[in-house]
Nanobody, 127 residues
Framework: EVQLQAFGEGLVQAGGFLRPSCEPS????????IGWFRQGPGEERERVSC????????YYVNSVKGRFTITSDNAKNTVYLQMNSLKPEDTAVYYC????????????????????WGQGTQVTVSS
């Protein structure tokens, strides 16, 4: 059974940092692309970042470039999202998702293109 578990819920002040992690199971890690999305209160789900662990493709939405870094630890089958210089507008539930490489040639796709989703982890940034 495919599962994705997201960890790293937290409350921090503006300027602080968090590092949520995504731990997939039930599939071969290298065969999938992993994305991070977020959804704030009353907002649409937004693509934040993604990575293809097998070829190191990475993507960042403009609003997080220079502040967020996505990495994968292939030995641990884990994807991390290092979030620095956090802003109140980063407050959201963060979700990780996975799509098979045979289905998508890139990780940079809409949320509807991802097949598997984690439960979400709450990130709150106070001003």
């Amino acid at each position: 059974e495919v599962q994705l578990q997201a960890f790293g819920e937290g409350l921090v002040q503006a300027g602080g940092f968090l590092r949520p992690s995504c731990e997939p199971s039930g599939f071969t890690f290298d065969d999938y692309r992993i994305g991070w999305f977020r959804q704030g209160p009353g907002e649409e789900r937004e693509r934040v970042s993604c990575i293809s662990p097998s070829d190191d493709e990475r993507y960042y939405v403009n609003s997080v470039k220079g502040r967020f870094t996505i990495t994968s630890d292939n030995a641990k089958n884990t994807v991390y999202l290092q979030m620095n210089s956090l802003k109140p507008e980063d407050t959201a539930v963060y979700y990780c998702a996975a799509v098979n490489k045979s289905i998508s040639l890139t990780c940079n796709i809409w949320a509807s293109g991802y097949d598997y989703w984690g439960q979400g982890t709450q990130v709150t940034v106070s001003s």
